[in-house]
């Protein structure tokens, strides 16, 4: 009776621990809310996967967003700039982000990743704000010139994102694998870059 009764608590134990591994992936599917291995993708188009980055572009964090979109979308209440906050909190403000501008926010790495989709909550700031009337990433359209000078604290991804260049960073560094060599990351401060 003794070994039975260990079994079966043993048995009742693993299923609860089982149930338990199951409830937050059901979770997760049940709110609709984008896997963090997607945002980690977008960081690593955005910022070379870099979630404290700020190389003074006007674009913080892991997913380059602008003090004007991070403020009218909350992320005030974690930090004073998105590279002071922490990941789980910018991807937070990029849930909100994606709800009021769909993937759109991201231009050129989610045409380079293929993500796209509408906006899920209608295109309204979650603030409940009007819209600025700028473009919905508070960035304006960019004419990329024809070369760039790289300095501290630029990764191909970051120029090729502000400059909006078609292709993304794959793109510019095949044009500019002669200047910068075997690794896209080996940027070196002073080389010139071919945008265009």
Known sequence: MGIARKCLIGTALGTSAALLGVLPQVADAASNRVPVSVWDRLAMCESSGRWHINTGNGYYGGLQISLETWRETGGQRYASRPDLAGKAQQIVIGEKILAWQGWGAWPSCSRDLGLSGPPTGGG????????????PTGRPPVTAPATYTVQPGDTLAAIAHRYQLPGGWPALYARNRAVIGPSPDNLTIGTVLRLR
């Open 124 to 135: 309204k700031p979650p603030t409940g704000k009007p819209p600025t009337g700028k473009p």
